[in-house]
């Protein structure tokens, strides 16, 4: 099978273990009518493991189906924008800071951090527009805790995962 079609279809399966865990593992946020989970692990490893263009399409992809079915519609073309932002962004950093970060474990943390921040601060943004400021600011802690739990998660199961070998061959055509 040509590499684009097995990028394609781990993008595909990333987008549906972001689904997964962003759907059925729900810890409502008092105060919101949100809630965290660890979805957001899977955004910084599809990133991380299948390079910014995929990683990108499958965190923002499974992100956005979660809030279809989950009744959250507004929030689908958001969740797109942004969950999709960080896991590209996470995928280019991991793989641009190789030289200055040899070690992958590093680089996943720095990586779940940029996906931390660019989640936080992107639903801050969006959010003061339809519910204001104050509102918005509500959600920026539990968006910071539910980072640092996808940063956590991420961190133990990139080891496992990184050994892949078909996810081992897209690491070394970066």
């Known amino acids: 099978m040509q590499t684009t079609h097995k990028k394609m279809i781990y993008a595909a399966l990333f987008a549906a273990l972001t689904f997964v865990a962003t759907s059925i593992i729900r810890i409502p946020t008092p105060g919101t009518s949100g809630y965290v989970h660890p979805g ?3 955004v910084i490893l599809g990133g991380i493991l299948l390079g910014p263009l995929w990683g990108a399409l499958a965190g923002g992809i499974g992100s956005a189906l979660s809030d279809l079915v989950g009744g959250y519609v507004i929030y689908i073309p958001i969740t797109f924008l942004i969950k999709g932002l960080a896991g590209g962004l996470v995928g280019y950093a991991f793989h641009s800071f190789r030289g200055a970060f ?5 680089r996943v943390i720095i990586g779940g951090v940029i996906c931390t921040l ?12 339809l519910y204001g400021f104050a509102a918005a600011l509500a959600s920026f802690l539990p968006n910071l805790i539910q980072g640092i739990t996808g940063i956590i998660l991420s961190s133990v199961l990139y080891p496992i995962l990184s050994k892949i070998p078909d996810l081992q061959a897209f690491h070394r055509h970066k």
């Not at 040899?102 to 590093?106: C, G």
């Not at 660019?118 to 527009?129: D, W």
């Open 40 to 42: 957001d692990a899977f």
């Open 102 to 106: 040899k070690k992958a474990p590093l």
């Open 118 to 129: 660019i989640v936080a601060l992107g639903y801050l943004f969006c959010e003061s527009f």
